[in-house]
């Protein structure tokens, strides 16, 4: 039988072929961001959100290059130029930043190297203005060949080809040499290398200038493929988080399993289109925009550590030991009172201050949001990277019931919550099974897959539009009415939090916090009081954004997509964690920058990078810690 009459008869079995062939392609892109991410997190422990950046400045630099010198030599050199010069940047960073936070508590860390993924996109702004920026074709790559009746592109063919021979000189450098030695005795027992006299310090900079090169070396051979921009940071370091967590935090062949895995999963989504199942059509390639995340849902669920990773030891920092909370003195609660009259007098204090109670409102929604996961992430020691799911099930769940079901606004604003509390049941029972990165990111993944839905549902959510003409009934329909109930709901939620903070629940979650092994031991059942805790984060995550599908009039699937749930953390690791005011303090302090001084300048990421790690450096237990240092001070204790 000839290849077209079995094409003919079996039409999905060639394009099934192609697609799996030209999905290694994409697998050794993410393999090289991934690759690199997997090295650093192996020795420094430092979970690096600024990784995306080296990949993309590492394409800005080679597309810069490349013209300078035609043919073969300028391509090829403006790559390896890339990938160098991304290594001493890498090795700038570490020396300049990192080595300052290296005994920091793990999330100041992350918050630490976000600020610098934020300041370097705005570095990359500078330098190379908005717009995309192409760069040449590969010279001699340029053409294609024919494979299966279809035609698959010579450069791509070069790519699936340089995974796996990257891959291999890793695998020669970690075995076969000093260097890679020392990195996988940091990988396994970081305290040991010191104890053992190993310079430490040369060690963590030489692996961080090996992972930032590898980073822009994937970055570089883009090249052929897509133009520099601004927004490659963010959607290859989502990718390469999950490629690192599915195949296990530090596992370099774990790297390239997964991005095999999760490249192949999505040319089978690809490959698929359009099936019919019980005479309902689904359109499959419409998992591309999620399928990574559904990948890495199953395989934590099935496999907590990746299908080669280990469970992570707790790192032990100096100075990182909290402080017990304690009740509000008379002081305080004084204080707390003053506060709340002085907002709900903002809508009182006539025309001068006409715009305070608009920004003051979107202050209560995010105050209420930060609460809500600070109450994971303080109390609860989760680190959530997906709370903007219970943000967004509770703004559409409120949206649907005002617009589609007619309710009144009461009672649409319950339906949302109710929605909301079901979500966070349901993702919280698999979720709390896993514990640091590992959670933090399969509730990343559970975050994608509801933007996913809200995405594509059209008939329920609107799709990409989303849902329009949400206006509250009396007395809720003015600004001050909306406003004063949002007060109310924001004060009693975090009035809630508090009560449940020194609470026999509140207890028992810490201790669960400090030591999982101890509180079982005591009788403590932790996965029941984290899972209780996941609910009511995320019933309270719902309330706000059913306040703020109400203060808004819509909502959209933009409102709910990772960045939500970055703010959330920024709002919580910037006033503090270890403080319950923190998060009240973050959301204050990030909401009036983002809507007053940040709005005035075009490089207003660089100015809430520098001011993040100006906090980082100067109190590492956030705002509210620093103030509480400063009061000490001033008594002189």
Known sequence: ?????????????????????????????????????????????????AHGSFYMLGLYVAVTLAPLVPGPLGYWGAVLAAALVMGLLGALVEITVLRRIYRAPELYQLLATFALLLVINDAALYFWGPEDILGPRAPGLTGSVALLGRRLPEYDILLALIGPIVLTVLHIVLTRTRFGRLIRAATQDREMVAVLGINEALLFTAVFALGAAIAGFGGALQMAREPANLLIDLGVLGDAFVVVVVGGMGSIRGAYLAAVLVAQVKALCTALGIIEIAGISFNMSKLTLVAEFLVMAVVLILRPHGL???????????????????????????????IILGLAALPFLGAAFSYAPVLALDVLIAALFAASLHFLMGPGGLASFGHAASFGLGAYGTAFAATSLGLDTITAFAFGIAVAALGAALLGSVAVRLEGV?????TLAFAQIVWSVVYQWEDVTGGSNGLFGLWPDPPFDSRTGLYLAALAVTVAGVMLLRYLAFSPFGYGLRAARDSAMRAEASGIPVARLRWLAFIVAGTLGGAAGGLFAFAKGSISPEAISVGRSIDGLVMVLLGGVQSLAGPLLGAGTLTVLQDTVMRETDYWRALLGGLILLVVFAFPGGIAGGLALLARRGAGR
Request: charged share 10%; no cysteine; proline share 8%.
């Open 1 to 49: 039988m000839s290849f077209e009459a079995f094409a003919a008869d079996w039409p999905l079995v060639p394009a099934l072929a192609f697609q799996a062939i030209n999905g290694f392609a994409s697998a050794s892109t993410l393999f090289l961001v991934a690759a690199g991410l997997s090295i650093i997190f192996g020795v420094t422990r430092i979970v690096n959100m």
């Open 308 to 338: 080669f990773g280990r469970p992570i030891p707790p790192a032990h920092h100096r100075g990182s030991v909290e402080a017990p909370l304690r009740p509000l003195t008379t002081t305080g609660k004084f204080s707390f009172i003053v």
């Open 438 to 442: 590992y959670f933090a990111m399969l």
